[in-house]
Antibody, heavy 116, light 108 residues
Framework: EVQLAESGGGLVQPGGSLRLSCAAS????????MNWVRQAPGKGLEWVSY????????DYADSVKGRFTISRDNAKNSLFLQMNGLRAEDTAIYYC?????????WGQGTLVTVSS | DIVMTQSPATLSVSPGDGATLSCRAS??????VAWYQQKPGQAPRLLIY???TRATGIPARFSGSGSGTEFTLTISSLQSEDFAVYFC??????????FGQGTKLDIK
């Protein structure tokens, strides 16, 4: 069974940093593209970032470009999102998702709250 | 970037009736559209990919259609567990993988 488990969320002040992690199990992690998607309270889904299976190709939504960095450790079956320069509008639940064709599998999410 | 626009924002339907949700892409995305269901407090769940292929374990009352820029999710004979928010997304082989703003399906 595919399992994705996010961690690392919490309360942070504007301008601060957080590092999110996503632990993967139940599949060959190194073979799949992975993504981060976020959802602000009461709002829709926003794609944030992607990384190919080998990590050689990466992209970001314009809203986070230059502030967020995606990475992965295939030896440890883990996906990361380093978030710097956080703003109030980054407040959201952050999900990691495995892409086969579409986003087939999702974690339960971790809440990031940016507030003073 | 491709913009996905869903309509209506809210759809009120009686249990047992059918529902049709629409999604329009700002440019052609071929058949690379997915539909997700999200219930309160839960992560999204993939229902349909490739515009019309049901994901594993999805009941046959869910069907998708369309190509190019116009897509539809049809739910026949709504069950109580189907009342949720539905999102479309284009899943071309490169990002950004934009989502529609969602359609809330609620009980009439």
């Amino acid at each position: 069974e595919v399992q994705l488990a996010e961690s690392g969320g919490g309360l942070v002040q504007p301008g601060g940093s957080l590092r999110l992690s996503c632990a993967a199990s139940g599949f060959t992690f190194s073979s799949y593209e992975m993504n981060w998607v976020r959802q602000a309270p009461g709002k829709g889904l926003e794609w944030v970032s992607y990384i190919t299976s080998s990590g050689t190709s990466i992209d970001y939504a314009d809203s986070v470009k230059g502030r967020f960095t995606i990475s992965r450790d295939n030896a440890k079956n883990s996906l990361f999102l380093q978030m710097n320069g956080l703003r109030a509008e980054d407040t959201a639940i952050y999900y990691c998702a495995r892409r086969v064709g579409a986003f087939d599998d999702w974690g339960q999410g971790t809440l990031v709250t940016v507030s003073s | 970037d491709i913009v996905m626009t869903q309509s209506p924002a809210t759809l009120s339907v009686s249990p047992g009736d059918g529902a049709t949700l629409s999604c329009r892409a700002s440019q052609s995305v071929g058949s690379n559209v997915a539909w997700y269901q999200q219930k309160p407090g839960q992560a999204p769940r993939l229902l349909i990919y490739g515009a019309s292929t049901r994901a594993t374990g999805i009941p046959a009352r869910f069907s998708g259609s369309g190509s190019g820029t116009e897509f539809t999710l049809t739910i026949s004979s709504l069950q109580s567990e189907d009342f949720a928010v539905y999102f479309c997304q284009h899943h071309n082989n490169w990002p950004p993988y934009s989502f529609g703003q969602g359609t809330k399906l609620d009980i009439k």
